[in-house]
């Protein structure tokens, strides 16, 4: 009887952490700084879940810059202008160190419990903590969340979630690609994801002034053979020559990378202070967190990302060096 039992246990579904201690709390959904469609995919399809659950959630970031108008097909509106003073519950998607917060750090601090999902390597906070480093996207490890809780997944809830599925896969091409991936993927399809719609809005269509600034990174694009790396960078100067802002040209770096003699991409982006934001990718066995780590930065072996004061010329050579170490 008691083995039966036990089997019986074992088949039966784990409750997610993420499900529980939700009564009676005061919530807030956020992610890292200027979200990404993998932050605001997770975010927002949390935020849809707890209010088809009668649990009221706010969903706030610290946004520098207005979002990209590539990811306007999600339900942006569910996101609050300003948070509130304090929270009990603080749930963060996406952001494994509390100072990407910006703003809203100081609510983390004061929240009695901390829930962080995410998939990059060794998180600095949270009570709770759901990570899995080898997952493609943080919308991946809140996926299995959700099927532990056995929860129906609606076509609102599928959109943002296969956002950041592709957005993190940069359209499933990425070496973070796998079976699980492309099963996820079916499974949000089965449920209503729009997978057409949401790669047109991301990736098929650009502006007439960003394309032309794509053109200008082009020209610029520098082929280090040795160490088989492309760098191109965009100046302060260029956002006002086409009028157009930060947020809508991260596409550039998915531009540089397809250099066939490259194996490692970086676009360096030049900020309004003099600082540069560094963006690495990766299409061999190079890891570009160690990379980015170099600039206190991080992110993901095949996609990672920086912010730096050096010049130009510095953080190439320091690329250059960190790649030398690993091969």
């Known amino acids: 009887m008691f083995q039966e039992l036990m089997n019986l246990y074992r088949k039966l579904p784990l409750m997610s952490e993420l499900f529980k201690n939700l009564e009676n709390k005061t919530i807030l959904i956020t992610g890292h700084i200027n979200p990404d469609g993998d932050a605001l995919g997770a975010a927002l399809s949390f935020k849809i879940i707890l209010n088809e659950l009668d649990y009221h959630a706010d969903v706030c970031f610290d946004i520098k810059e207005n979002l990209p108008s590539n990811l306007n097909h999600l339900p942006l509106d569910l996101i609050s202008q300003e948070p509130k003073g304090h929270y009990d519950k603080v749930i963060v998607f996406d952001c494994g160190n509390p100072e990407r917060l910006g703003k809203l750090e100081p609510l983390s601090h004061s929240a009695s419990e901390i829930v962080v999902v995410d998939h990059h390597i060794d998180p600095s906070f949270g009570d709770i903590q759901i990570i899995d480093p080898t997952a493609a996207s943080t919308t991946q490890v809140l996926f299995r969340e959700i099927k532990k809780f056995n929860y129906q997944i609606s076509q609102d809830v599928a959109n943002c979630l296969m956002t950041g599925l592709i957005t993190d896969t940069g359209r499933f091409q990425y070496s973070n690609t796998d079976s699980e991936v492309f099963n996820i993927a079916a499974e949000l399809m089965n449920s209503g994801a729009e997978l057409t719609k949401i790669s047109e809005n991301i990736y098929g269509s650009i502006s007439f002034n960003a394309m032309k600034l794509q053109s200008e990174i082009i020209k610029?694009?520098?082929?280090?053979?040795?160490?088989?790396?492309?760098?191109?960078?965009?100046?302060?100067?260029?956002?006002?020559?086409?009028?157009?802002?930060?947020?809508?040209?991260?596409?550039?770096?998915?531009?540089?990378?397809?250099?066939?003699?490259?194996?490692?991409?970086?676009?360096?982006?030049?900020?309004?202070?003099?600082?540069?934001?560094g963006s690495l990718r990766s299409r061999n066995n190079i890891n570009v967190q160690l990379i980015a780590s170099i600039f206190g930065g991080g992110g993901h072996k095949a996609a990672s990302g920086f912010s730096t004061t050096h010049d130009m010329k510095d953080v190439i050579e320091q690329v250059k060096k960190a790649i030398e170490s690993q091969l």
């Not at 082929?223 to 260029?238: A, G, M």
């Open 220 to 277: 610029r694009i520098e082929l280090f053979t040795e160490h088989s790396l492309v760098v191109s960078y965009v100046l302060q100067e260029d956002y006002k020559k086409y009028n157009i802002e930060e947020s809508e040209v991260d596409f550039l770096i998915d531009s540089i990378r397809l250099v066939k003699e490259s194996n490692i991409a970086l676009l360096l982006k030049e900020q309004s202070d003099s600082s540069f934001k």
